[in-house]
């Protein structure tokens, strides 16, 4: 059987599983339990731990074929494309706000990466920023950041 790899995807799944281990260094150094309920290093830990193996779940489909391509093998393109929209949205949080940022990265992940329709794309970005946006910061007080628009 030949092992079929797309190098870029190949980099974006190491990328990810760099970022769960960087979660977990960082998780392992904060208290895990409290009394009868988790701490502040129990979530990140889990989310590290989930990271790394969907990273690894995602390499191995890909060592193995993967899914159809819209770009031959070997480019890199497509991966590089998704890493440069997640940068700018993490860059453009504290500038921006949390929703505007959240809606415009999730927008561009669906219709520039994914190619997806615009509508769609503008409901779905638009739903779950607003969604995220009540949970964190209506339901569970979390102090987002907000933008020069005020949300």
Not at 16 to 28: H, Q, S
Not at 42 to 61: C, K, V
Not at 62 to 75: D, V
Not at 84 to 95: C, H, R
């Amino acid at each position: 059987m030949k092992l079929k790899a797309d190098p870029g995807e190949i980099i974006l799944g190491l990328a990810f599983a760099a970022i769960g281990v960087f979660w977990i260094v960082t998780a392992l150094k904060l208290p895990m339990w409290e009394g009868f309920a988790p701490s502040s290093g129990f979530l990140p830990l889990l989310y590290g731990l989930l990271l790394i193996g969907l990273s690894f779940a995602a390499l191995i489909f890909e060592a193995h074929g993967g899914g159809t391509r819209e770009n031959p093998a070997g480019t890199i393109q497509r991966p590089l494309l998704v890493i440069a929209i997640l940068a700018a949205g993490i860059a453009g949080v504290e500038s921006a706000g949390f929703s505007v940022s959240m809606f415009l990265t999730m927008f561009l992940l669906f219709k520039v990466a994914e190619k997806l329709a615009v509508v769609p794309s503008l409901l779905v970005a638009g739903g779950t920023a607003l969604t995220l946006t009540l949970i964190f910061r209506t339901w569970l007080g979390v102090p987002l950041p907000v933008g020069p628009w005020g949300f």
